[in-house]
């Protein structure tokens, strides 16, 4: 293939990418214009709504039932073992690549 050829097969490419962005843009952000379909069935009973039952408000404000909170606490940082305590094997090459690893508990 000659210079020409290249930069026409780029200049392509190029220009399919662009323009498939650009539909997607123009897809993503485009308001439908269908209009909305409404069902009416002459049959169906009206839905009534009921609201819920709501507590009664007092001077000092909702009172609910009394509840528990159980929490446990969680030591933040644990402390950082030596390597000398974990007993580790021996060094060993890695299969793929140039680094050796040791094997802790």
């Known amino acids: 293939m000659t210079k020409a050829n290249w930069i026409a097969a780029v200049a392509v490419l190029w220009g399919a990418g662009f323009a498939g962005s650009a539909a997607l843009?123009?897809?993503?952000?485009?308001?439908?214009?269908?209009?909305?379909?409404?069902?009416a069935e002459d049959h169906a009973p009206p839905i009534v709504l009921t609201?819920?039952?709501?507590p009664e408000p007092t001077a000092?404000?909702?009172?609910?039932?009394?509840?528990?909170?159980?929490?446990?606490?969680?030591k933040a940082h644990p402390r950082h073992r030596?390597?000398?305590?974990?007993?580790?094997?021996?060094?060993?090459?890695l299969q793929q690549g140039a680094n050796s690893v040791q094997m802790c508990e």
């Open 25 to 39: 843009a123009y897809t993503v952000n485009h308001h439908s214009r269908v209009a909305p379909v409404v069902v």
């Open 82 to 93: 030596d390597i000398t305590e974990m007993r580790c094997s021996a060094w060993r090459p």
């Open 51 to 54: 609201p819920l039952a709501q």
């Open 60 to 74: 000092r404000g909702l009172v609910f039932e009394p509840m528990e909170i159980k929490a446990t606490v969680v």
